[in-house]
């Protein structure tokens, strides 16, 4: 059984930081994706940061330049700082991984951009 679980979601005002994190745990083995995602009421859950094994690492246009996703292989964790952060950011932020081909998804964690 893979479970996700992340923390590190709150309250921030424009221009703060918050950093995500989500640690895998269970039958653990061959994770080759690990990536971050959000989702507004309304609106189709969208790509905010994705890293792959080889390295590859893509970044929504919106958040280039302010948002780093990074990865501890040994502690199954992928983490995802923003910096920056504006009201748009405001978002279910929910991070997934691909382990021996199969997609699992966190729980989410809320994200509130407000002053």
């Known amino acids: 059984q893979v479970q996700l679980v992340e923390s590190g979601g709150g309250l921030v005002q424009p221009g703060g930081s918050l950093r995500l994190s989500c640690a895998a745990s269970?039958?653990?083995?061959?994770?080759?994706?690990m990536g971050w995602y959000r989702q507004t009421p309304g609106k189709q859950r969208e790509l905010v940061a994705n890293?792959?094994?080889?390295?590859?690492?893509t970044y929504a246009d919106s958040v280039k330049g302010r948002f780093t996703i990074s990865r501890d292989a040994a502690k199954n964790t992928v983490y995802l700082q923003m910096n920056s952060l504006q009201p748009e950011d405001t978002a279910v932020y929910y991070c997934?991984?691909?382990?021996?081909?199969?997609?699992?998804w966190g729980q989410g964690t809320q994200v509130t951009v407000s002053s």
């Open positions: 890293t792959a094994l080889g390295g590859t690492i």
């Open positions: 269970g039958s653990i083995f061959g994770i080759n994706f």
């Open positions: 997934t991984m691909r382990i021996r081909g199969k997609p699992y």
